[in-house]
């Protein structure tokens, strides 16, 4: 009957993990410098077009890059993809 509760039970090998990524956890970036520069971009891309230049608006995929969930959400499709071609050529 000498039965050890579970948090006594894991050992150092055992790693707890959250249910989310880290990446998948923030929008904005961490930091005030770079949240400014991610405002720079998204009112860049705001300004050209509402003055017709559409191809300013390349500034919001820019823009993306500054965000972790963004770039968390193109690092797993584009790894998801790079599976799908590896298991296609095996």
């Known amino acids: 009957m000498n039965e050890k509760p579970d948090s006594e039970?894991?050992?150092?090998?055992?790693?707890?993990?959250?249910?989310t990524?880290?990446?998948f956890?923030?929008?904005?970036p961490p930091g005030i410098?770079?949240?400014?520069i991610l405002l720079f971009f998204i009112g860049m891309g705001c300004f050209g077009i509402s003055e017709g230049r559409y191809l300013?608006?390349?500034?919001w995929l820019v823009a993306m890059?500054?965000?972790?969930?963004?770039?968390?959400?193109f690092v797993r499709g584009?790894?998801?993809?790079?599976?799908?071609?590896?298991?296609s050529l095996s």
Do not use: C, D, H
């Not at 039970?9 to 249910?19: A, D, G, I, L």
């Not at 956890?25 to 904005?28: A, T, V, Y």
């Not at 300013?56 to 500034?59: E, N, R």
């Not at 965000?67 to 968390?72: E, L």
């Open 9 to 19: 039970n894991f050992t150092e090998n055992v790693v707890v993990s959250p249910k």
């Open 21 to 23: 990524p880290a990446l």
């Open 25 to 28: 956890r923030r929008w904005l």
């Open 33 to 36: 410098g770079r949240k400014l």
């Open 56 to 59: 300013w608006s390349l500034y």
């Open 65 to 73: 890059t500054f965000s972790p969930r963004m770039v968390g959400y």
């Open 78 to 87: 584009y790894g998801s993809i790079m599976k799908k071609i590896n298991q």
